[in-house]
Structures are given as structure tokens and as C-alpha cells.
């Protein structure tokens, strides 16, 4: 290899450890926390947003392991460390952690290999998904009761969808329905015409102007 070969190639070489405060510069960029740490835990940096989670200062965190500074988490971090260790891949963990307080977060973290001259660095980006978890289980709640409810009501309970474009569905179909029209909810579901056809030929105009007039009021769709 000649010199200048050689030279070019040492210049091209960037490291994390000498820049950085370019580094964190660009993981403050990130609205979530986020740091940068040797492959044992032991903390180089940290962004702005995980500082203010955890009420710290960067001179408070720099040095320190990441199992001290979140002892709650302290045994799940250095699992994560060693999988990442071992695999040398990027990988995502879901995991519900309980804090000090008695509360709970349910945290979507990213860790991820940066390779560097002086060895190799781990970057963590943590997601708060605690929201988005709570609004799946209420979902997943509201669904289980409607379901419970409408199991015993006599006639046909479902919900219907008329798109802009004319196209219609029905998305759910209550089990008093299921048995009245000897139907399951999967082939309603997977064909609509099939239940446009079970309705008496006297009953369909009335049940085509009601959801007519519906869509054209954006009120509740009800035929009785």
C-alpha cells in the first residue's frame, strides 16, 4: 500500500470517541432519549431528552453505567447489552418497565452497533409507547364487551361501512345476526353482497335509503 493511500484512508476514518460532541449534537436532534455507550453500559453521552428524563446533567452521566443510572431497569439493560453484544445486530425490544413511582411505561428501544476506530459502541434510542399501548388495551376492552353484549340480543347487530367511492362493507357481525341469517361474520365480511341478498325483496329499498340517508347526515345508521 502506498503512502498516499494510506493517508487517504486514516483520513477517512471518523471517530465517535474524538467528535463526541458532534455526536450528541446529533442525537439531540432526536425527540426521544437517547445515548451512546461502550458495549459493558458504561455511559460517553447522552441526549438532551433522555437528560431531562432522568433529571441529570451530562457531567452526572458520562462514565457511569446505564445499570446505575436506571436501577430499575438494571438487570433488562444488561440483558439487552449482552444480546446485542453477542448477536452484533440491530435489534428492537418491547418491554413494560415498573418504575420507582409505582407506575408503568411501556418502552419500544432500539439498540443498535456503532462500529469506531478505538472498538466497537452501542446507541440506545428509547420510544415512550405507553400511550399507544393503553389505547390498544382499551380498544381490545371496548371490543371484548360490545362483543359480550350484543352475543345475547335478539335480530341481526353489525356494523356497516359505505365508502366515498360507493363501495360498502360490513366489519362486524353479532353472533344474533350470525344465526339468524346462518351466516358467519367471516363470509359477511368477506363478501357484502351475500348479506344484501338474505334481506326480504320488500325490506331492501327501505334498508338502501336508510344508509342513504345516513351517509348524507353523518348520523347513526339504524333500521328497524
Do not use: C
Not at 371496548?142 to 335478539?154: D, H, K, V
Amino acid at each position: 500500500m502506498g503512502r498516499k493511500e494510506k493517508d487517504e484512508q486514516q483520513d477517512t476514518s471518523f471517530s465517535i470517541r474524538q467528535n463526541l460532541p458532534l455526536y450528541l449534537n446529533f442525537l439531540n436532534r432526536l425527540g426521544d432519549p437517547a445515548l451512546l455507550v461502550e458495549l459493558d453500559g458504561t455511559v460517553l453521552g447522552m441526549n438532551q431528552s433522555g437528560l431531562s428524563r432522568l433529571q441529570l446533567t451530562q457531567k452526572e452521566v458520562q462514565g457511569r453505567n446505564l445499570r446505575e443510572l436506571v436501577p430499575y431497569a438494571a438487570e433488562l439493560v444488561a440483558d439487552r447489552l449482552k444480546r446485542v453484544r453477542d448477536s452484533g445486530e440491530r435489534t428492537i425490544f418491547d418491554e413494560i418497565l415498573h418504575l420507582p413511582d409505582d407506575g408503568n411505561q411501556y418502552i419500544s428501544s432500539v439498540y443498535e452497533p456503532i462500529e469506531d476506530p478505538a472498538g466497537p459502541l452501542i446507541q440506545i434510542i428509547s420510544y415512550n409507547r405507553t400511550s399507544e399501548e393503553e389505547y390498544r388495551r382499551k380498544l381490545e376492552d371496548f371490543q371484548t364487551s360490545y362483543r359480550r353484549i350484543t352475543e345475547n340480543l335478539p335480530g341481526a347487530v353489525l356494523k356497516y361501512r359505505l365508502s366515498a367511492d360507493g363501495s360498502d362493507a360490513i366489519t362486524f357481525l353479532a353472533p344474533g345476526g350470525a344465526r339468524l341469517w346462518e351466516i358467519s361474520e367471516e363470509e359477511a365480511r368477506a363478501d357484502v353482497s351475500r348479506v344484501w341478498r338474505l334481506i326480504h325483496p320488500d325490506d331492501v329499498p327501505g334498508m338502501e335509503a336508510s344508509v342513504q340517508e345516513s351517509a348524507r347526515t353523518l348520523k347513526e345508521w339504524n333500521y328497524e
